[in-house]
């Protein structure tokens, strides 16, 4: 009985971490509408508050044409990695710890997701984005 439950538990927990891993650009999607007051996506669309977030998976921080970052950003050297990106968006004790204090003086005024599954489906949705 006991080393059912085991297993059970087990698979569930693998499963989940799967699909957690994986991302789902669908639902990613729908977390973006948060971004989406500020950020286009379109290839070639116009900035707003915030630079177009075409591409930006994998792309070098503050480098859009036409954009004017803040000075930390520019000089950040942060590639936008998984890793780089779900720190910052994440809250701003995550975001802290991975940037420095520093990152307060990025223009982008933003909470943070609290859930781990949104920022991992955000991911997914703007590598979608190429
Ligand atoms: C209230 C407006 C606002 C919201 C909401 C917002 N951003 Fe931003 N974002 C900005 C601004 C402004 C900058 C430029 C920051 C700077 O220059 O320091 C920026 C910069 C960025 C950059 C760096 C781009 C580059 O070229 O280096 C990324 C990545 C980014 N935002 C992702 C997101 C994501 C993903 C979300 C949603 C979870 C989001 N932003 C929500 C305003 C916003």
């Known amino acids: 009985m006991f080393k059912k439950i085991f297993m059970i538990t087990l698979l569930s927990f693998s499963l989940h971490s799967f699909s957690a891993n994986a991302g789902d650009a669908e639902?990613?999607?729908k977390v973006f509408k948060k971004c989406a007051a500020c950020h286009n996506v379109a290839a070639g669309a116009a900035h707003k508050t915030g630079p177009n977030l075409w591409g930006i998976i994998g792309a070098k921080a503050g480098v859009q044409d036409g954009y004017k970052y803040s000075d930390w950003l520019k000089g950040s050297g942060i590639e936008w990695n998984d890793e780089a990106m779900t720190a910052w968006v994440?809250?701003?004790?995550?975001?802290?710890?991975y940037f420095g204090k520093d990152?307060?003086?990025?223009?982008?005024?933003?909470?943070?997701?609290?859930?781990?599954?949104?920022?991992?489906?955000?991911?997914?949705?703007?590598?979608?984005?190429?």
Not at 90 to 97: D, G, I, L, V, Y
């Open 103 to 130: 990152v307060k003086k990025s223009k982008m005024i933003f909470a943070g997701l609290r859930k781990p599954d949104q920022i991992t489906n955000l991911i997914a949705y703007l590598k979608t984005l190429k």
């Open 90 to 97: 994440s809250k701003k004790k995550a975001k802290t710890a």
């Open 27 to 29: 639902k990613g999607k």
